[in-house]
């Protein structure tokens, strides 16, 4: 069974940055696609980023530019490291591998 447990979230202004982790155990991660999806209120989950397992990279037109996804195999962790941040990017980030899925971290972005 996989266990995904994010970290890292909280508070930050306008132009600020954070970056979040998810750690995962109970698979083979250096095999697997990675992948970042948010929630925010009221809205549907959506997209974010994805590394695959040789590391070439994806992402969300809302993001691109901004956020960076990265993992080290090494300590079976995902990352995703968020700039320049604005109130939209707002929501619960989850982090996913296939059907798997974490709890999630609280992102706020204040004005």
């Known amino acids: 069974q996989v266990q995904l447990v994010e970290s890292g979230g909280g508070l930050v202004q306008a132009g600020g940055s954070l970056r979040l982790s998810c750690a995962a155990s109970?698979?083979?991660?250096?095999?697997?696609?990675m992948n970042w999806f948010r929630q925010a209120p009221g809205k549907d989950r959506e997209f974010v980023a994805s590394?695959?397992?040789?590391?070439?990279?994806a992402y969300a037109e809302s993001v691109k530019g901004r956020f960076t996804i990265s993992r080290d195999n090494a300590k079976n962790t995902l990352y995703l490291q968020m700039n320049s941040l604005k109130p939209e990017d707002t929501a619960v980030y989850y982090c996913?591998?296939?059907?798997?899925w974490g709890h999630g971290t609280q992102v706020t972005v204040s004005s």
């Open positions: 996913n591998m296939a059907a798997d």
């Open positions: 590394v695959s397992w040789t590391g070439r990279a």
């Open positions: 109970g698979r083979t991660f250096s095999s697997s696609s």
